[in-house]
């Protein structure tokens, strides 16, 4: 592990049988070994409560903790997550095991994050048990009278009108097609249902080791769809996700972008840990390509340009039996002397070469964002107005009703409560409050000047072997420009360029697909390569007046109580709100 270059292992994720190895008997001997060995290893540790799947002799002796397809057959042990996530026996157990862990390990030196059970609602996303049934009824009536769930399910048609809550039932096998609105609903109860799992399974850890943080593994991607990520990620100390390309599409590099961009966005912009992804050929699709040459790089790359402050790999060793056995590894079966191995190596060397340009003390680790959407946009100004306060939610509300009745760009970043900095080198690029950046535009930092001072400006220091000797990173510096900075309102359109050391004023319009070279004056409009003032948008008097002003400045619900006088160019009424 160490000639990897490991640093971090997830360990114990499916050990619950090991651990606990009959009713209350346990075994935690080997576990000591392993993160003790770890630590001795300078490796640290994402140690998991061991609650992904039941032990047999759990579910021998509590067969009805077993879920309940929608067919009605209960399934059975042999497998994994083999539990109802409404079972009073498995959570319960499942709450005991986890406290008995944390307090084990809460103090252990190796322990660095705990990893909640794993990959919820993976297999058994559903469960169509009567106990799910009643509680199914119980999430309905905080939610609707019966008069109310009636109109919401459209239950005239097809003569499904519900008369007693008792006849309401999970959506199971019927004739013919189900009613829409009773899945969609049984949907988010189940989203619900685990996360409410999840939460009391984090709480136990928190209680016991509060500075130590606590996640569980998303699974945002082409291959599940079942949980309400939106939710869950307000409820994680830390976002981590698991990604798996689909091995037969030769675009898979596009949803790989994808996945991870929503990822960032559930994140909220800070850094997020890929918890799994794997080497090579998975073992689960229909057809199982191994990864082409590079192809481990490039996905391990693209997922950390894309906010991730760490990428894991499933597994470390390929399994020796099991029904992963054909799951690829960092060590695979065939040892050190496998192009896979050699591949792992040489990444290790390669993120130590841009580990400066990943700031790990930074809480937005990308840079340009783009929101794919309506339907993306709308969800992340609803998640912003569950959290928000009281006094910000009017204001979001007028956003989310904006965005929901046209959004007239199709590709845009909106910066609206915050500021944001984003270090660089020792340059930064700063973004203004009720920034839009539409899709396509750059930003040049200082790090991408040459020395010009010289005969040549080709970078020869960069690539060592003895180049590097004799360069004067002084001759460097002195290209370097400063800070880039966006001001307040500031609208950069498509594809436009803004170099190094540019400032552009509150209130500016850069057009599209111009090269931005000077400082762009407040209220201006500039375009063309370099960029030039095609006009000002208001007379001089009145720029003095906005600039004095400054709404973007205020409280948001102060914004919000007068965006006619923003929107509508009332001067006169903005200062009467100053």
């Not at 609707?144 to 007693?164: E, I, P, V």
């Not at 050190?336 to 680790?365: G, M, Y």
């Amino acid at each position: 592990m160490k000639r990897s270059g490991v640093n971090l292992v997830s360990v114990g994720i499916f050990a619950w049988a090991r651990l606990e190895v009959a009713d209350n008997r346990f075994d935690f001997g080997w576990l000591d070994q392993v993160l003790d060995q770890l630590h001795e290893g300078g490796i640290r540790v994402c140690l998991a409560n061991a609650t992904a799947s039941p032990p047999p002799w759990l579910t021998a002796a509590n067969p009805d903790m077993l879920p309940v397809r929608a067919d009605g057959v209960r399934l059975s042990h042999g497998s994994r997550q083999e539990y109802c996530p409404t079972s009073p026996v498995y959570r319960d157990r499942a709450i005991a095991l986890t406290e008995k862990i944390a307090l084990r390990y809460g103090e252990h030196p190796a322990l660095a994050a705990w990893h909640v059970n794993n990959e919820y609602g993976c297999h058994v996303s559903r469960c169509y048990c009567d106990r799910c049934a009643e509680v199914f009824r119980d999430w309905l009536r905080a939610r609707y009278d019966l008069d109310g769930l009636n109109r919401a399910w459209g239950t005239d048609f097809w003569s499904q009108h519900y008369s007693a809550w008792e006849q309401v039932l999970p959506p199971r096998v019927t004739p013919t097609y189900q009613n829409p609105s009773q899945v969609l609903d049984f949907a988010r109860f189940c989203s619900d249902a685990l996360l409410d799992l999840f939460c009391a399974e984090r709480d136990v850890l928190s209680d016991v080791t509060p500075d130590v943080p606590v996640t569980t593994n998303f699974m945002v991607g082409w291959t599940f769809k079942a949980l309400n990520y939106w939710h869950w990620a307000a409820e994680v100390d830390f976002v981590a996700n698991d990604h798996y390309t689909r091995a037969a599409d030769p675009e898979r590099h596009v949803e790989l972008a994808l996945s991870a961009d929503l990822v960032r966005g559930l994140s909220r912009g800070a850094p997020w840990l890929l918890m799994e992804h794997s080497t090579s050929a998975v073992n689960w699709q229909p057809r199982n390509f191994a990864k082409l040459g590079g192809e481990l790089r490039r996905n391990s790359f693209s997922h950390l340009a894309r906010g991730a402050d760490g990428t894991l790999f499933f597994q470390w060793r390929q399994s020796a039996a099991g029904a992963e056995r054909f799951h690829s590894a960092m060590l695979p079966h065939g040892g050190t002397l496998t192009r896979k191995w050699q591949e792992v190596a040489q990444l290790t060397v390669q993120f130590d070469v841009v580990q400066n340009l990943v700031r790990r003390d930074s809480t937005r680790a990308a840079l340009v964002t783009q929101m794919f959407g309506l339907e993306y946009m709308a969800r992340t100004l609803q998640r912003a107005y569950r959290a928000a306060a009281d006094t910000q939610r009017e204001s979001i509300r007028s956003q989310i009703e904006k965005v929901i009745a046209g959004h007239s760009e199709a590709v845009m970043r909106l910066r609206t409560l915050d500021p944001g900095t984003y270090p660089f080198i020792g340059d930064r690029l700063i973004i203004g409050r009720f920034c839009a950046i539409a899709e396509g535009a750059r930003f040049i930092m200082n790090g991408a000047n040459h020395a010009m001072s010289g005969f040549s400006t080709y970078p020869f220091n960069i690539f060592g072997h003895g180049w590097e000797h004799g360069f004067d990173p002084k001759t460097w510096s002195q290209e370097v420009r400063g800070d880039t900075v966006l001001g307040n309102d500031v609208w950069i359109a498509m594809d436009a360029v803004i170099m190094p050391g540019v400032t552009v004023g509150h209130g500016a319009i850069v057009a599209a697909k111009s090269v931005v070279t000077h400082d762009v004056p407040a209220y201006a409009i500039v375009a063309g390569n370099a960029a030039k003032v095609v006009k000002m948008r208001f007379d001089d008097r009145t720029v003095r007046r906005l600039l004095a002003v400054a709404w973007w400045n205020w409280p948001v619900d102060k914004i919000g109580r007068n965006l006619n006088a923003i929107r509508g160019a009332d001067i006169s009424g903005l200062e009467a709100a100053v």
